[in-house]
């Protein structure tokens, strides 16, 4: 019997999009409603993703062993996929609920089911070695019944890698300072985000699915707004600033660490 509440999108040799099962999803950026002038733009995040060392890209490909077969939860537009992929040597099947953003990813090549991760699907996958969450538990109600979830796909000792943004960041102890808390389109303060993580609740949270953290890391988000838009950094000459956020990501990462990468391993 055919899973009706799942698509699998894919392209073929000609680049024709194809697809099995059948697509009643909602996207996660509805959440945004009513907290911005205008709706966001699904494909916000879909740009470049360079392995940089001090950058979630880089941060998880150094957490995946090569040849590893890995679930992406929440793939958007497959360009981190399509990184680690090819960077790991691994094995990744996708799950995106947002159907643009799925064919995006599938126009890259990879194979991606078009909706939520739930024990429906689990019965249309094998076991992983990786599961990944790429800025994913901060778009869900319940992001601990998640990873209680994804534990019944992970072969023993099996991981997570989980990356979330960092809710004490310079910028937002800024902004609340004088009393502001204002949603934005991308970034930290991205108005679809329902969770809020600190380095301590992130692990916490991972902790209480069963799972024991091994590796940790924060990225500096040299290319995040309020880091290239806000005051003082704003007027710093780039290469400075750079330079700073990096050794600030390293040094006092629940400060200057835009996003905070988990990886635990299942007991």
């Known amino acids: 019997m055919q899973n009706q509440r799942h698509k699998t999108l894919f392209r073929d040799e000609g680049g024709t999009l194809n697809s099995s099962f059948v697509d009643c999803t909602c996207a996660p950026d509805d ?66 609920p947002d159907r643009t953003r799925a064919g995006r990813a599938a126009d890259l090549g990879l194979s991606v089911l078009v909706g939520s ?38 072969r023993p000792r099996g991981a997570i890698i989980v990356s979330v943004p960092n809710v004490a960041h310079w910028s937002v102890r800024s902004e609340l300072l004088q009393g502001r808390f204002r949603y934005q389109p991308t970034g930290i303060m991205d108005a679809t985000h329902l969770r809020w993580f600190t380095a301590t609740t992130a692990k916490s949270l991972i902790a209480s699915a069963g799972f024991e953290v ?49 990886k635990a391993e299942m007991q």
């Open 31 to 96: 959440n945004a409603a009513g907290l911005l002038q205008e709706a966001v733009e699904p494909l916000r995040y879909q740009v470049d993703r360079p392995l940089d060392p001090d950058e979630v890209p880089g941060i998880i490909a150094k957490m995946i062993p090569i040849g590893s077969r890995v679930l992406d939860i929440g793939c958007g537009e497959g360009t981190l996929t399509k990184a680690l992929s090819d960077a790991c040597r691994a094995e990744f099947v996708a799950i995106e």
């Open 117 to 154: 991760f739930d024990r429906e699907i689990i019965r249309e996958l094998k076991s992983f070695d990786i599961v990944l969450f790429a800025d994913v538990l901060e778009h869900l109600p319940n992001p601990h019944a998640m990873l209680l979830t994804c534990r019944e796909v992970l």
């Open 214 to 262: 091994v590796g940790y890391r924060a990225s500096a988000g040299v290319a995040v707004p309020d880091n290239l838009n806000r005051a003082p950094l704003c007027w710093l000459p780039s290469g400075y600033r750079t330079r700073l956020l990096r050794m600030g990501s390293r040094r006092w990462p629940t400060l200057f660490g835009a996003q905070h990468v988990v």
